[in-house]
T-cell receptor
Framework: ETGVTQSPTHLIKTRGQQVTLRCSSQSGHNTVSWYQQALGQGPQFIFQYYREEENGRGNFPPRFSGLQFPNYSSELNVNALELDDSALYLC?????????????FGPGTRLLVL | AQSVTQLDSQVPVFEEAPVELRCNYSSSVSVYLFWYVQYPNQGLQLLLKYLSGSTLVKGINGFEAEFNKSQTSFHLRKPSVHISDTAEYFCAVRIQGAQKLVFGQGTRLTINP
């Protein structure tokens, strides 16, 4: 069974730039959720994708957007990067109707905005 | 809206001692409860979960947790810790039918030899 993978592992960008982070879900899972974890904090929910559509969103501005592909992999896009966007971005996959939709996390992408 | 409070930001214990990490939540509806562990520079690993049934749940690495509905708590315990248990531990809740996990601020467990 393949776990959740994310790429890249680390990324450095400058303020105002755009970034794309990628996530491959665990085999058998059809739902992907994205979280932002600032240093010293718990993860905060950004949004979830199911059947290639956004299915719930946290308190994040529209410059945070995403996609889900037919193979259930997903991308997180952030436009007009701000210094406060520096964080660990975590992707989690789950399966609707199974195990309480338990979310399994990838290793994360650490983004630094200068 | 639901919220999660982890009552201790840091817990230092000696190796082979027991430990309890406390978690309280607030929600007016039924929830699912989770504990995740995060080792340095890594993602989150699921330790255990409560979905329904027995209120005492056992997880990986010898951890267990007890769901107490009346006290809205889900404390994590281990009878004897090891150096390798040094990590950040996160309690999380999800309302049944909702999408997002709501996390606590985390508890840093430090094991001293």
């Amino acid at each position: 069974e393949t776990g959740v993978t994310q790429s890249p592992t680390h990324l450095i960008k400058t303020r105002g730039q755009q970034v794309t982070l990628r996530c491959s879900s665990q085999s058998g899972h059809n739902t992907v959720s994205w979280y932002q974890q600032a240093l010293g904090q718990g993860p905060q929910f950004i949004f979830q994708y199911y059947r290639e559509e956004e299915n719930g969103r946290g308190n994040f501005p529209p410059r945070f957007s995403g996609l889900q592909f037919p193979n259930y992999s997903s991308e997180l896009n952030v436009n007009a990067l701000e210094l406060d966007d520096s964080a660990l971005y975590l992707c989690a996959s789950s399966s609707r109707g199974q195990g309480g939709q338990t979310q399994y996390f990838g290793p994360g992408t650490r983004l630094l905005v200068l | 809206a639901q919220s999660v409070t982890q009552l201790d930001s840091q817990v230092p214990v000696f190796e082979e001692a027991p430990v309890e990490l406390r978690c309280n939540y607030s929600s007016s509806v039924s929830v699912y409860l989770f504990w995740y562990v995060q080792y340095p520079n890594q993602g989150l690993q699921l330790l255990l979960k409560y979905l329904s049934g027995s209120t005492l749940v056992k997880g990986i690495n010898g951890f267990e947790a007890e769901f107490n509905k009346s006290q809205t708590s889900f404390h994590l315990r281990k009878p004897s810790v090891h150096i390798s248990d040094t990590a950040e531990y996160f309690c999380a809740v999800r309302i049944q039918g909702a999408q997002k996990l709501v996390f606590g601020q985390g508890t840093r467990l430090t094991i001293n030899p």
